[in-house]
């Protein structure tokens, strides 16, 4: 393996972990809070990326740059309607149940999701690049890269890795969240509304999985089923690091995007299989993932 | 009445486990509910603050708590120390403390003040403060945890097992502080759950006693004669 096929497959796995980080600390953000594995994150991903790519199309001819703004709006929008209706009419009804019946349940939603996404969208592909044609291309080794994908996608994880880390350690409502999370009951006793904890989490972290598809949707063709390549990479990645471990998530997001992308330009038929391989290895050696501590259950 | 239980009935998985529960607390009063494992004593205070289903009516400074959800109960001026502690480990034993004041609103004077008022029944918390709550030892685990019942307990404080599991120099300790707590307010009333009714004696005005999940009929008559010193006895 020659020093440019290392440079380039990091570029090219930087760049897909920070998009799979953005949907994966948001999965396990949600599962850490609210116990609850919710598979119907990767429609948010793909209806992230489709709002994006309509928003984008719409305010392209008036000026391209407002696609810009248009990511950041499809991903909240997105989020906060989307997921907040999830979460107060559907999982709300399910928190403390069975969880393989919470599981059966966000995977019907993800199949219906998936089926509105291809009613309201259609099946023919969908490409809205001006966001990633805005910015220069920068040459590394003779390969022109675009800086959407070398710098702001890895600029976006970062930031929100580092956001994050502050909300959570340092503000009255990341407070909140780590008290629900680590006891529902004593944070009750405490005067924490434990529902309006959930509703923020979720719509959090939902807006994080519509960010990704956003940030995703210049720099491919949205097809449908695009949402379930990446919950599966996603719960890969939240499983590898442990789930609800956000400083993990983003660890285990480089791992495997790193071996992917390595894959990719030395073993591309082994593409699909390198991160699982990662994960099934981690699993069996540490059930609760490289950076989860197992937990006492209180009988 | 500061608190009184009206026919309070609770079920858990299909089984009774308070029947028709009824007792008052007066205002400024430190009653003593003991009972062996398994009787009802922390269903009954889980109750109260909101944690378990339950029919009948539960009255708190004269209005139906039914109406309140559990959430806003701590914000009526109940605190409440569960027997496990349940302290918060992500954060230092003061902000175990200041959170609760933080989520309630309280201004920095009143939070200030509440902090001073829990110092000044737990002196040694002073020590704690900047140690992580997950790294304390059972038992200042809780005296932290009544501290942070105090912050918002400020008309009843509910207290479950306190000496459970405590070394007797840690349970003296306890009880020197419910003492201080008593004498520096007088108006504040506290419920104290317990197994051994002995370790109660010295410190409760009146000792109720439930029994597969009855409170003995009778047992809000009057008081328990007071033991003065020993603080404790087991």
Do not use: C
């Not at chain 1, 720099?219 to 449908?224: F, Q």
């Not at chain 2, 009206?6 to 079920?11: G, P």
């Amino acid at each position: 393996m020659n020093l440019t096929i290392v440079v380039l497959a990091a570029l090219d796995g930087i760049s897909y972990a920070a998009l799979v980080f953005l949907v994966s600390v948001g999965l396990s953000l949600i599962f850490g809070v609210m116990r609850i594995v919710n598979v119907a994150h990767g429609s948010l991903y793909a209806y992230g990326a489709y709002a994006a790519a309509t928003i984008g199309i719409a305010v392209a001819p008036i000026s391209p740059w407002l696609t810009y703004p248009g990511l950041l709006l499809a991903a909240i929008g997105v989020g906060t309607i989307l997921g907040g209706l999830l979460e107060r009419f559907l999982l709300r009804l399910v928190y403390g149940r069975d969880e393989a019946l919470q599981l059966l349940i966000t995977f019907a939603v993800f199949m219906i999701l998936d089926n509105l996404q291809r009613v309201i969208w259609g099946v023919q592909p969908i490409f809205a690049a001006a966001p990633l044609q805005l910015l220069p291309n920068i040459s590394v080794l003779g390969v022109g890269y675009t800086s959407y994908q070398t710098l702001l996608l890895p600029g976006v994880a970062a930031l929100t890795l580092i956001g994050l880390r502050y909300f959570l350690r340092h503000t009255l409502g990341g407070a909140v969240i780590l008290a629900v999370t680590e006891d529902r009951e004593a944070a009750t006793a405490i005067g924490i509304n434990p529902n309006r904890v959930f509703l923020r989490t979720f719509i959090l972290g939902a807006i994080l999985a519509a960010l990704g598809g956003a940030l995703a949707s210049p720099t491919t063709s949205l097809l449908p089923g695009i949402g379930t390549e990446m919950i599966v990479l996603s719960f890969a990645v939240a499983a590898t690091a442990g789930l609800g471990q956000i400083e993990g998530a983003a660890i285990a997001a480089l791992m495997i995007g790193l071996a992917r992308a390595f894959a990719i330009y030395t073993y591309p038929e082994f593409e699909v299989l390198v991160p699982y391989a990662i994960m099934v290895l981690v699993l069996l050696i540490r059930p609760q993932g490289l950076f989860g501590a197992t937990r006492l259950r209180r009988i | 009445m500061m608190l009184a239980l009206e026919q309070v009935r609770v079920s858990i998985a299909g089984v009774v486990v308070l029947r028709d529960v009824s007792f008052a607390l007066e205002a400024g009063s430190t009653v003593a509910l003991v009972g062996r494992n398994g009787a009802g004593k922390t269903t009954t205070v889980r109750t109260i603050m909101g944690f378990t289903a339950a029919a009948g009516r539960i009255l708190f400074d004269g209005a139906d708590l039914a109406r309140t959800p559990p959430h806003e109960r701590p914000g009526l001026g109940i605190g409440y120390a569960p027997e496990d502690r349940r302290l918060f480990s992500a954060f230092s034993v003061e902000e175990n403390l200041l959170l609760p004041a933080r989520v309630g609103g309280l201004g920095p004077a009143e939070t200030k003040r509440r902090l001073e008022r829990a110092y000044g029944v737990l002196p040694e918390m002073a020590e704690l403060r900047a140690r992580p709550a997950g790294s304390v030892s059972g038992g200042q685990g809780k005296m932290v945890a009544l501290a942070r019942a105090l912050i918002l307990g400020t008309k009843l404080v509910l207290l479950d097992e306190p000496f459970q599991g405590l070394a007797p120099v840690l349970a003296q300790r306890y009880a020197e502080a419910l003492r201080r707590l008593r004498s520096q307010d007088r108006d504040i009333t506290l419920l104290i759950t317990e197994s051994n009714p002995k370790l109660l004696a010295a410190i409760s005005e009146r000792t109720l006693t439930i029994e597969r999940g009855e409170v003995a009929p009778g047992a809000s008559g009057p008081a328990l004669p007071r033991a003065d010193p020993p603080i404790l006895s087991r």
